[in-house]
T-cell receptor
Framework: KAGVTQTPRYLIKTRGQQVTLSCSPISGHRSVSWYQQTPGQGLQFLFEYFSETQRNKGNFPGRFSGRQFSNSRSEMNVSTLELGDSALYLC?????????????FGPGTRLLVL | AQSVTQPDIHITVSEGASLELRCNYSYGATPYLFWYVQSPGQGLQLLLKYFSGDTLVQGIKGFEAEFKRSQSSFNLRKPSVHWSDAAEYFCAVVLFSGGYNKLIFGAGTRLAVHP
């Protein structure tokens, strides 16, 4: 079974632009979570989607948004990019985001904001 | 508040030596704990997990971890380190919010292996 895939793997943007990242979960997984990883803040939870609904959101500004499609693929969007948005963005999937489930991570998208 | 502490930012060991990476958690209920490994430029790979039962859990690549409730710890061990184990290791606890989970990660421990 294929793992979690993320596209693109690398992105370079300039301040003020917006960006969209994509995540395809493991087949059969319906919960998709997004995390931001930076050297200063470590790994931080962004949000989680299940059945096209955002169920859980971390402490990030409204510039960070996401959505999930009926096939469970998810996208996250960052508008009005800031230098501090440079990070590795990781997507993780699980069956339904339930109590005893394991999250499986993709390789990440590395975003550099200039 | 729920949190995970990994006291060691960097650890260097010689190839063939034993390894222990420390993880302490703060969580009011029964914790569900994970260890993930991240190689440079890569995502996170699950090493092992603890949900309940036997407090000594075995994982992939020869790793094991022991859950000690009295010490709020979930330390990762390996009896003999290989050069390919050089990576960053993250301990995480599941936080349940509204019936679904998110992971709270420690800051990570970067492992270097000397030949």
């Amino acid at each position: 079974k294929a793992g979690v895939t993320q596209t693109p793997r690398y992105l370079i943007k300039t301040r003020g632009q917006q960006v969209t990242l994509s995540c395809s979960p493991i087949s059969g997984h319906r919960s998709v979570s997004w995390y931001q990883q930076t050297p200063g803040q470590g790994l931080q939870f962004l949000f989680e989607y299940f059945s096209e609904t955002q169920r859980n959101k971390g402490n990030f500004p409204g510039r960070f948004s996401g959505r999930q499609f009926s096939n469970s693929r998810s996208e996250m969007n960052v508008s009005t990019l800031e230098l501090g948005d440079s990070a590795l963005y990781l997507c993780a999937s699980s069956l339904a985001g339930g109590r005893l489930e394991t999250q499986y991570f993709g390789p990440g998208t590395r975003l550099l904001v200039l | 508040a729920q949190s995970v502490t990994q006291p060691d930012i960097h650890i260097t060991v010689s190839e063939g030596a034993s390894l222990e990476l420390r993880c302490n958690y703060s969580y009011g209920a029964t914790p569900y704990l994970f260890w993930y490994v991240q190689s440079p430029g890569q995502g996170l790979q699950l090493l092992l997990k603890y949900f309940s039962g036997d407090t000594l859990v075995q994982g992939i690549k020869g790793f094991e971890a022991e859950f000690k409730r009295s010490q709020s710890s979930f330390n990762l061990r390996k009896p003999s380190v290989h050069w390919s184990d050089a990576a960053e290791y993250f301990c995480a606890v599941v936080l349940f919010s509204g019936g679904y989970n998110k992971l709270i990660f420690g800051a990570g421990t970067r492992l270097a292996v000397h030949p």
